[in-house]
Structures are given as C-alpha cells and as structure tokens.
C-alpha cells in the first residue's frame, strides 16, 4: 500500500494520486472527491497480474497447439493453481501486505510443485487402488463361486480405506501450507 493520499475516481474507480481536477483515465471530474487511504470495493488486478494471466493463457493456448494431450494436462494442472494464487494473495492484500510482482511468481510457482505433488499422489494411489482391485478379481476367478464377490468387495474396501490414509495427511499438509502462505509476509 502507499503512504500517499490517494483518491477514487468515481466513473471508473481509478486511483487518483495527488491534487488532480480530473481522472486521468476517464477524464471526469473529481470535484468534492475526498482524499484518503480508500480503495474500490470492486476486485481489481495489477499490471503484473494481467500479464501473469496473459503468459499463463500464451502457454497453455501454445500447448494446446502444438501437443494437445500435454497443453490439456498442463491446462487442468494451472487451472487450480492460478485460482489458489489468486486467492492467496487476496487475502494477503485484504491484511495490508504489500505483494511485489517477484512474491507472486515466487507464489504462483509454490503453487504450481504443490498442485504437481496432489495430482502425483493422487495418480500414484489411483494406480495402486487399480493394481489391487484388478490381483484381487484376477486371483478370485474360478469356480469359487461366492467368494469372488466377497474378495470383489474386500478389495474395493482395502483400497478405500488405503486412499484415506493417503489423503487424510495430504489434505493436512494442503491445509497448512494454504494458511502458511496467507499470513506470510
């Protein structure tokens, strides 16, 4: 934040610094506007953010181009990233934390080996749950009749519960990380 007084252009609510009798961006009046720390209520974005989302769009557009199965991938993979950074920093600003541009791309890449750890767990214990539930059926095949479907059950069962103990301490590690990084200075 500025230690400046700064005013608000009511037409377009641009910030106005200094004794200016018209908005510099709209030209409208500025008469009777009061001076003070206020800021839009409305959410707005810097110039870093805009070209944050203007390289994010470039490279996902660009892969999906040119490789189409890697630009979807990266595309579900950045999708979730830019929404957390985006939060994160809202509520960093919403504290009165001044982010520079080099905190949000220091962010933004935390955020994106957060999201590849998730989606590589996540893949990891969906393979695994597949491995055991195809030994389990592959192993009950035969003339055992009944007991195929109670091994059917008790895979899916086992897998469940494995999925758990799997994601149990990634959502706590998540939960962490999100409040340790909203309150970071």
Known sequence: MSDQTERICPQCGAKQLGAAEKCWLCTGGLAGVAQGPATPDRFSFSLSTLMLIITLASVCLGLLAVEPGLGVFVCVILM??????????????????????????????????????????????????????????????????????YMIIVS??????????????????????YQRDTTRS
């Open 156 to 177: 899916f069962l086992v897998a469940g519960g494995v999925t758990l103990l799997i994601a149990w301490p990634l959502g706590i590690w998540i939960r962490r990380r």
């Open 80 to 149: 979730p990233v830019f929404i957390r950074t985006a939060i994160v920093l809202r509520k960093r600003e919403a504290q009165g934390m001044d982010v520079p541009p080099s905190a949000k791309i220091s962010l933004f890449v935390a955020s994106f080996f957060t999201a590849l750890v998730v989606a590589m767990v996540v893949q990891g214990a969906a393979f695994g749950t597949f491995c055991l539930v195809c030994l389990t059926t592959y192993s009950a095949a035969g003339d055992r009749g009944e007991l195929e479907t």
